[in-house]
């Protein structure tokens, strides 16, 4: 296959989460759709790494997982912490930082 | 073989992205996300990088997934509305998003990367295998390496300290 395939298929991976991340409203999904759009990216990082044929691409790629599981864990963290504050789990309504 | 392969894992990656944001409940949504995940353990493979595809299925699918599923079974699927609060956000997202996909294609493809209409070069055996990737890490890469342990820990104990419980505050 070409390497360009990949390629495409990571933008519109990546578009699909965008795709999320605009109309949803609960925060644990936007939180999923960020995970596509971060693996969406791995993918285009592995897939120039097969292209140039040096492996250090796919270090990148590994170090976008370990930021991926930061994000996760401070972001389900503050789900949590939401939650147990009995506030609405809607990004809606979580508006008190808004200028 | 291989393009019947990558088109599998492709359509089961885009399905499973699709499924991610169309499913009303969180918990499916953590579901398709897992099924994503694995067939982009099999592109990884496709691509000749075997220890991102096995970090990927076991630490991603494995364990990450986990902990988003007892998240979602501890704070219970809240029903989103499904009427649209900005009227028209839906269609705005998807011409958005449509143009998102179609500049960053563009861009890409037109780009001046000569390779990229190829198979890419012939590797050695031993590409992207752990032994590489284990010898890239500790040895190009040591200070990146250990800088992540560090955002590690510091994320866990920062989850620790959002999520956990304050005594004190609670009482008073």
């Known amino acids: 296959m070409n390497i360009s395939w990949y390629i495409v298929l990571s933008a519109l991976l990546f578009t699909i989460g965008a795709i999320g991340i605009l109309i949803r409203r609960s925060p644990m999904v936007i939180l999923l759709c960020l995970e596509l759009m971060l693996n969406a990216a791995n993918l285009a990082l592995v897939a120039f790494s097969r292209e140039v044929g040096n492996a250090q691409g796919q270090v990148f790629a590994l170090v976008v997982m370990v930021i991926a599981a930061c994000e996760v864990v401070v972001g389900l963290g503050l789900i949590v912490a939401i939650f147990r504050r009995k506030l609405p789990l809607d990004v809606d309504d979580l508006r008190e930082l808004r200028g | ?172």
């Open chain 2, 1 to 172: 073989m291989e393009a019947v392969l990558f088109f599998l894992a492709a359509i089961g990656a885009t399905a499973g992205a699709i499924g991610v944001v169309a499913l009303r409940n969180p918990f499916y949504s953590v579901l398709a996300l897992i099924a994503h995940l694995f067939s982009l353990a099999v592109l990884f493979l496709l691509l000749t990088s075997a220890f991102v595809a096995a970090a990927q299925v076991v630490v991603y699918a494995g364990a990450v997934m986990v902990l988003y599923v007892f998240v979602v079974s501890y704070v219970g699927s809240g029903h989103e509305p499904m009427l649209d609060p900005v009227p028209g956000q839906r269609l705005f997202a998807g011409l958005l998003a449509f143009f998102l996909f179609v500049e960053i294609s563009a861009a890409v493809l037109s780009s001046a990367l000569k390779a990229l209409g190829t198979h890419g070069p012939d590797v050695p055996a031993g590409f992207g295998d752990p032994a590489a990737i284990g010898t890239l890490l500790l040895e190009k890469f040591l200070v990146p390496f250990e800088a992540s342990s560090i955002l590690l820990l510091i994320a866990a104990v920062g989850a620790i300290v959002l999520a956990g419980r304050r005594k004190q505050r609670e009482t008073a």
